[in-house]
């Protein structure tokens, strides 16, 4: 029988990224789908500004950690590095071919980091929140004037003689009319992107808690308590192949 070791996986800071992420996304979904349906919901104006409001707000802690990320992708462990989470790489085909192959079996290949479907679906997940982030922050500066770009909104659609500071949310009678409209045109595709994005994110939650309770089942890694406590229970010696020629 194969001995079974706990190593070293994941380090603090990739940890601490994963579960805030977490956290920012079922949350902002939560409170997207709520605002999407606030007619059906006969959520009052009042109502639908603080809902944004504290949908903008985690939204910026969604940023900010997806930019601490960005830099813990240098400067964490050997399995935080973007050379050990996105796929490519050399060796990384012939890794992918084998693992799909090795899931028709009873006993799937462990991997210390990322297995290779794992990567491509991070690398998909980080790309999709990178654009709902982009798109947000137009929006959240076009809907309710906040940072950074709603200084600029509130200047460009109010009306002559009125302070672009005072401006509010649904107050259409201090907006210049054609200006309020030109935005409005600009915002329609951005609103369309943000909108479809969401769906695209929702879809890979599913297939991410999905392949963690395949992998917690067929690989027996302690999947889940690695998120926590940094360490996986594998075979003795097993490491992942690509980590390794490429930190080598």
Request: hydrophobic share 50%; aromatic share 12%.
């Amino acid at each position: 029988m194969t001995e079974l070791k706990l190593q070293y996986v994941w380090d603090a800071g990739t940890r601490w990224f994963h579960w805030i992420n977490a956290v920012c996304v079922l949350l902002l979904m939560g409170l997207g789908l709520i605002i999407l349906n606030a007619s059906a919901f006969d959520i009052p104006n009042s109502g639908k500004i603080t809902l944004k409001t504290v949908h903008v707000w985690v939204g910026y802690v969604l940023i900010v950690n997806l930019l601490w990320r960005f830099i813990w992708g240098f400067i964490g462990n050997r399995n935080a590095r973007w050379s050990a989470i996105l796929p490519g790489g050399k060796g990384y085909f012939t890794q992918l071919k084998s693992y799909l192959s090795s899931l028709h079996s009873s006993s799937p290949k462990p991997h210390l980091g990322h297995n290779p479907v794992g990567k491509l679906a991070i690398t998909a997940l980080l790309l999709l929140l990178i654009v709902q982030a982009v798109t947000g922050l137009f929006l959240a500066g076009s809907d309710i004037f906040y940072p950074p770009i709603g200084h600029w909104i509130a200047q460009w659609i109010a009306a002559p003689g009125i302070d672009p500071a005072i401006l509010q949310p649904y107050a259409e009678e201090t907006y210049n009319a054609a200006a309020y409209e030109q935005m409005r045109s600009i915002r329609k595709p951005i609103v369309t992107v943000h909108m479809y994005t969401f769906y695209g994110l929702a879809v890979l939650v599913v297939l991410h808690l999905l392949g963690v309770v395949v992998g917690e089942f067929r690989e027996r890694s302690s999947l889940v308590s690695a998120m926590i406590t940094g360490y996986k229970t594998l075979p003795e010696g097993e490491t992942n192949a690509q980590n390794d020629e490429q930190a080598g």
